[in-house]
């Protein structure tokens, strides 16, 4: 492995380990800085393309089955009430209170009771005590 490749970790158990070190942040921060290298191998662009191929063909076959995709919007002034135990991220958005979504659930209830079949790919940012 190159300096400029990111080392891939196979479970939340190890990175979790792997951030309570006390140099994690800032070599984390080191290798953040140099990813844009890491686009350019072969290695991380099979990766991504297989992703997309991956993504592309779930795409096809709920569509192809009446399925409408929907995309939800990441930051609002409400999210999900029932996050249990994740903290809240919010932000102050011109004047108003923002949050970071932590999950789609509100948006897919609405549009499921108004579509029928949908589905959603998006992120999710979940705050979690990693205790």
């Known amino acids: 492995m190159t300096k400029t490749q990111l080392k891939l970790y196979p479970s939340i158990a190890e990175?979790?380990?792997?951030?309570?070190?006390?140099?994690f942040l800032r070599e984390l921060e080191e290798k953040l800085s140099r990813y844009w290298r890491l686009l350019k191998t072969k290695e991380q662009q099979a990766v991504l393309r297989i992703q997309a191929s991956l993504?592309?063909?779930?795409?096809?076959?709920?569509?192809?089955r009446g399925f409408l995709e929907?995309?939800?919007?990441?930051?609002?002034?409400?999210?999900?009430?029932?996050?249990?135990?994740?903290k809240r991220v919010s932000?102050?958005?011109?004047g108003?209170?923002?949050?970071v979504m932590s999950s789609a659930i509100m948006y897919k209830q609405m549009l499921a009771d108004a579509f029928g079949k949908i589905y959603?790919?998006?992120?999710?940012v979940r705050l979690e005590d990693p205790s």
């Open 15 to 23: 990175l979790e380990k792997l951030a309570s070190r006390q140099d």
């Open 55 to 64: 993504l592309r063909a779930v795409r096809e076959f709920l569509d192809e």
């Open 91 to 94: 932000f102050d958005y011109y």
């Open 120 to 124: 959603i790919v998006s992120p999710n």
């Open 70 to 86: 929907f995309l939800p919007p990441i930051i609002g002034p409400a999210t999900d009430p029932g996050i249990r135990g994740a």
């Open 96 to 99: 108003r209170t923002f949050r």
